[in-house]
């Protein structure tokens, strides 16, 4: 008991007699100077903007909306994935209630081993899908899209997983940025997870949805360096993916994708109200195995396929610079950085490190509320994500260290040991291939 | 010896003492006043004309199943004809050189013999209706001591195997009996004990209308539904990810990436054929699996295969008391003959209407009944009583539908599925008119009209139908 007083006394005299301002920006240096501005200040600087340009942009969107409705383009949905049959009904069944109806649908199953071929040749026959397509062999999840692409009759492609489903609404905002702006030929759907009661674990995961996609991505695309479409819903213009020759070999196929149609001088979008739900992991050791992959392709794609947007070519584009620099610098550079800080950290305040981060997590508390209520102003749903912000108290231990720990370790085995190469998640073929060509 | 002597026919006496009808020319055997049942003991057909239908026709004339004056006396045929015969062969007891053939001699003693064991009884009773006609099949196959029902695929049969009742089908073209009907046949004979399954042999599949096996099978673009489709392989080059078809691949004899324009060398290490891919010619659909699609030769209309009827076909044997029932010729009044196609008594016709329109049985198909009237065309009276049984005779041949007389109104009753009503009811029409035209070529001085056509629904009072049938006719 008389520990925990102590504790709190500390708290309490940190923020009263020992702690000057000079004190907390000398030891929070991080927090204020890298944290706060790139992704607090911004997302609160994004949801402003678009709160006060709301009328403009209506107009916009319903002069996009009418020429959409005019043209009335076939549009592709393309589901590509393995062992995802049990997944589709749900998919089926929200593409269904779409307001946007021209669509056919393809599902690519890449060498599924359980029931997914005869639930596709039955959902085939029952017409509910278009296309379905079979590679015996699992080839991967690029080579899977790739074989869909080919098949697209569609102006539009809609690339989405299996395990996803769509807002009513979805396929129909999604398209309009392509008709608010010649030069969109990429559009990424807003993600949020569709099981966030599943587990601690998937909660964490929607609130880090929240803030990193919807809000953290509508800033990004404000500032114009938007740099991923998420592999779960993404929207492209069919005949620029076929010039750009469709997928490469992932993981992360998703940002290379994104950083090809950037490079080829086209403009990509996020559209904060196309809403895909989605299924995350459950489990903490699943989670982190996906955040080591994502990692992984940071380095392999951003840094070493596409290095050369930062260096001056002919082709070379300030914002694309831009958006693989905020990628490496912010994701990766500064996890070391911080790594560095927090071991100076501890080394230089062995006394009161328990009094340091305690002050921390609540300062950092303190950052994640403004960004909640920021996500509020701006969610569709925000009822019914009100109740996450409970969990607002563990999300910064989770964003602080958890998903920081997976991110330096994922960089760190890709950059020195190559690691995304052996990863199981693309075949044993095609990694081998990629390895020794150094794609 | 010669006593018979013409140029078309002679009787000959074989060592044993049996007569021998020997038979030149086609014979009408039945419409001969000249020829008795008594007369002769066997048939031997000399016929070697260069047109094959006639030889058939001669045999069909003097066949033990079908001639009263020849029922179940054995019947061979010339040497010459070994292996021409098709499914005549069926009611051929052997072939031979000469009538006087001692081996041919040897197999009369013993179809006689085996006949006499049996206590088989020849009955004296003709051959009416299309009932009496199955059962006489079965006891002819007993007389010759084939106790086994077998069934095999016979090239040319609509229904694909060849079953017990095969042997009675002669003329081309015509149909054999529904598969209902057969399925009911076998299901009182295995009621009674007079047949056992044996064997199971396969489950074919056939038109869900008319029961044919003439299937024509196609695979069929999913979205045109032509069958002008083409196979390719699907080649993935690992390099790049890209996976599309072949013919995209194909560059002066060799396989270069349209995406990355590297040259693939080594399957398995460069590329791999995940898949094949078919595309149509038509509509340029491209799809993994095309559709089966079953047209029926029959009525032209095309199924999915899972709309296709199974069947099962099965081998059955006569039982020993089935073996007894049908030499004693007591089957006729065990046997029900009323779920019988083809000519029958009206009392069986109106039975069979009372039977066959449970809910059960008929499901949600329907019953079409048809009336005509037979009528003098000069007087436009009735015809007089006398023409009735030829108009019977002829119509007897006719299994396609169940149908009776009644004074000189001719009845036929037909099952089809619900929504084929009017398309079964003009084949019928156009059928039957041009079966009772061919008769009226034969026997002029009659006519015939459609009055009145009955359908009855599932769910129907059955009462309440018949009744509306007889109180027309009166």
Redesign the interface.
Known sequence: MDYIFGIIDGIIACFTANLSWDYLVTTYWFLIFVEFPRYYLTDIIAVSKYGMTWKSRRKDEEMARRALFTEMPLVTIMAPGKNEGRNLYHLLETLKEQTYKNFEIIIVDDGSDDATPFICADLQRAGLIKHYFRMTDRGGKASAANYGLEHAKGKYLVHIDADSSLDRNALEEILLPFYMDRDVRGVGGCIKVRNADDSMCASMQALEYLRTIQVGRMATDMLGIFHIISGAFGAFETETLRQLGGWDIGPGLDGDLTQKIRKAGYKVRFANKAVCLTSVPVKWSKLFMQRLRWSKSLIRFRVRKHFDILTPNRNFSFSNMLSNLDCIVFDSVFNFIWLFYIITLFLSNTDRILDIIIVGWIIRLCFSILSFITMQCISERSRQERRLGALLIFHTLYMGYFLRVARLIGHTVELFFYSSYKDNWNPKKTSTVAMAEGL | MNRYKNSSYSIVTNRNQHRILVINEPVNVDDTPELQFEDFDAMFINVIDSVMDRNMLAIRLASPLLSEKCRFKPCFVTRRLTGWLGKAEVIVDGYATTPTDDSMARTIEDIYANMRRQNFLLGTQPVVTHAEEVIRLCRYAISRGRFTFSSQPTPGLAEGYMALYYYTLWFEGQQTMQAEEREWFHQQLLRLGYIRRTRFIDRIHVCPICNSSHLLFFETC?ECGSSDIHEEP?I?H????????ESTYQQDGELICP??KKTLRHI???Y?R??S?YSCRQCEH????PNMRALCTNNRRAWRPDELRPVDVEEYEFTPEGIRAFASNDVERTLNLTGFYGYSSMTDFIAYLRQFTTPEILGDSMIIVGRYYIFDPATDEMVGQDATPPVVQTLQRFINYKQAMWGNNYYFLCRVPAGAVAKALSDMDFEIKEELRDYQEKHPGFDFEMIDTYVYHPGEDIDHFIQRIEEDRK
Do not use: E, L, Q, W
């Open positions: 999913p699907v993935h690992f390099r790049c990810a890209n996976v599309s078809p995406k990355c398995g290490v460069d791999d995940p898949s891919i491209t799809f993994m699996y």
